[in-house]
C-alpha cells in the first residue's frame, strides 16, 4: 500500500485514511511495523483490521485476522463475522460463521441485535436460510 506509487505524495502533503479512528490507525500501523498484535488490540479493532487488510491487499494483515478470528467464533460473534467475510470476500470466514450460526441458532436468533443485523443485511439472512437446507448441522449429544 504505501510503497505503491498511487499511494505516494509531496513531502508536504498527507496521506489520509479516513475509515480508522485514532486508535484504529494506531493498531494498523502497530501490526504494520510489528507483524503481529495484543490479543486485546486485536479483539477490540478486528472488524477495522479486516477491512483495511482487504482494502489494502496486506496479505499478512488478512492471514492474521483471518487466524484470530477463527480462533474467536462463538455464537455472540458469529453475526458481525458473517458480515465481515461478506465485506471482505473471505469464503473461509463465510463458511465458518454459517457453520457458527447454524450450531448456536436458537441462541443466535434471541439476541438483541439479530433484527437488526436482518434488516441490515438481508441478502446475508438468505444466505442463512440456504445454509439451513444445504449445510449439515451439529447434532447435539
Not at 488490540?41 to 477491512?51: C, D, M, R, W
Not at 458469529?78 to 447454524?102: F, G, H, R
Request: charge should be neutral.
Amino acid at each position: 500500500m504505501l510503497a505503491s506509487d498511487t499511494c505516494k505524495v509531496a513531502a508536504n502533503d498527507s496521506i489520509s485514511l479516513p475509515e480508522f479512528s485514532h486508535e484504529e490507525l494506531k493498531t494498523f500501523l502497530e501490526f504494520l511495523y510489528r507483524g503481529n498484535l495484543a490479543k486485546e488490540k486485536f479483539e477490540k479493532h478486528f472488524y477495522s483490521l479486516s477491512v483495511a487488510a482487504d482494502k489494502y491487499v496486506i496479505p499478512r494483515l488478512q492471514k492474521f485476522c483471518e487466524q484470530q478470528i477463527l480462533n474467536s467464533l462463538d455464537s455472540s460473534n458469529s453475526l458481525k463475522i458473517l458480515e465481515i467475510s461478506e465485506l471482505c470476500s473471505n469464503e473461509t470466514l463465510k463458511l465458518a460463521a454459517l457453520k457458527s450460526i447454524l450450531k448456536y441458532k436458537d441462541e443466535i436468533v434471541r439476541l438483541p441485535n439479530f433484527e437488526e443485523f436482518a434488516n441490515r443485511n438481508p441478502q446475508l439472512m438468505v444466505q442463512i436460510t440456504r445454509a439451513f437446507i444445504t449445510l449439515p448441522s451439529e447434532k447435539k449429544i
